[in-house]
Nanobody, 116 residues
Framework: QVQLVESGGGLVQPGGSLRLSCAAS????????MGWYRQAPGKQRELVAH???????GYADSVKGRFTISRDNAKNTVDLQMNSLQREDTAVYYC??????????WGQGTQVTVSS
């Protein structure tokens, strides 16, 4: 079983930056593909960024060039650096872990609010 705990959310002004971090339990973290999703009020949960177990990353078009996902397999963490934040980035952000043949796991979420 994998437990995911997010941190780093908060209130930031438009144009500002935040760094989210997800700490994962378990001994096989490096075999999991990891991702960050977000869900805004009244909207469906959407994939923001993902990273394979070998470090290959992908991004939603809406965040390309502004967000960067990274992972540290030695520390069992995956981070999301968010720059040039916009009001439209306001959402609850969730950490996600998936591996073939295993259940997928979700964190409890962390609120990001972009407002002046």
């Amino acid at each position: 079983q994998v437990q995911l705990v997010e941190s780093g959310g908060g209130l930031v002004q438009p144009g500002g930056s935040l760094r989210l971090s997800c700490a994962a339990s378990g001994n096989d973290f490096n075999f999991y593909a990891m991702g960050w999703y977000r869900q805004a009020p009244g909207k469906q949960r959407e994939l923001v960024a993902h990273i394979t177990n070998t470090g290959g990353a992908g991004y939603a078009d809406s965040v390309k060039g502004r967000f960067t996902i990274s992972r540290d397999n030695a520390k069992n963490t995956v981070d999301l650096q968010m720059n040039s934040l916009q009001r439209e980035d306001t959402a609850v952000y969730y950490c996600h872990a998936v591996k073939i043949g295993r259940p997928e796991y979700w964190g409890q979420g962390t609120q990001v609010t972009v407002s002046s």
